[in-house]
């Protein structure tokens, strides 16, 4: 397909695990985000790639979140020893980058993440 | 910072009617982008209009229209003749010049009834 695609749908897990969720974005897409969905906070953003560039962590809550974009398509986020709090659907998007403030972002279907 | 308030937790309209769902926001930016997506219970995010602070006229796009009010930073979405399909979450959200990440608000339900 040519859409935003995230692996796996969902996700259930136990305290303490590792867990890593993937995106891939569309083809040709230089920027990529993540954002995180819950029912307390909303739509927040956590990461953005933009190319080779260093990416923009400051939306991440703790240092048990890292991401990485290989290649400059797919990205991993990974959470380390998952707390029940971290229980939210995960969303990626992608988008180009130009000059202009418009700037559509393509969103992915989103992986639930259930930490029990 | 950036803040996007959106007042309406649910809106129940009826099959037909029209439905203004309300957007205010927050900024010192003067270049600046607002965005409505739609979410369906299916959970992808679909952008549904977009309105850039220096453009004068309202933004529409089929049903969907954004009163603009730059003086009072309102962005509302307005959607004629709503249909059953119209039924989901609706999230504003805002871009200022030079950031990436869009700003969220909390989101509006929207239930269209028979």
């Known amino acids: 397909g040519a859409g935003v695609s995230q692996s796996p749908s969902n996700k259930v897990t136990e305290k303490g695990k590792d867990v890593e969720l993937r995106c891939d974005p569309i083809?040709?897409?230089?920027?990529l985000y993540w954002y995180r969905q819950s029912l307390g906070q909303g739509l927040e953003f956590l990461i953005y790639?933009?190319?080779?560039?260093?990416?923009?962590k400051s939306g991440l809550p703790s240092d048990r979140f890292s991401a990485e974009r290989t290649g400059g398509s797919v990205s991993t986020l990974t959470i380390q020893r998952t707390q029940q709090e971290d229980s939210a659907v995960y969303l990626c998007?992608?988008?180009?980058?130009?000059?202009?403030?418009?700037?559509?972002?393509?969103f992915g279907p989103g992986t639930r993440l259930t930490v029990l | 910072a950036q803040k996007i308030t959106q007042t309406q937790p649910g809106m129940f309209v009826q099959e037909k009617e029209a439905v203004t769902l309300d957007c205010t926001y927050d900024?010192?930016?003067?270049?600046?982008?607002l965005f409505w997506y739609k979410q369906p219970s299916s959970g992808e995010m679909i952008f549904l209009i977009y309105?850039?602070?220096?453009?004068?006229q309202n933004a529409t796009e089929g049903r969907y229209s954004l009163n603009f009010q730059k003086a009072r930073k309102s962005a509302n979405l307005v959607i004629s003749a709503s249909q059953l399909g119209d039924s989901a979450m609706y999230f504003c959200?805002?871009?200022?010049?030079?950031?990436?990440?869009?700003?969220f608000g909390q989101g509006t339900r929207l239930t269209i009834n028979p």
């Open positions: 790639f933009q190319g080779n560039s260093a990416p923009d």
């Open positions: 998007a992608s988008s180009l980058v130009g000059t202009s403030v418009y700037n559509e972002q393509f």
């Open positions: 083809s040709g897409h230089t920027a």
């Open positions: 309105q850039g602070s220096y453009d004068e």
């Open positions: 959200a805002m871009r200022i010049q030079g950031a990436q990440k869009l700003v």
């Open positions: 900024t010192s930016d003067q270049s600046y982008g």
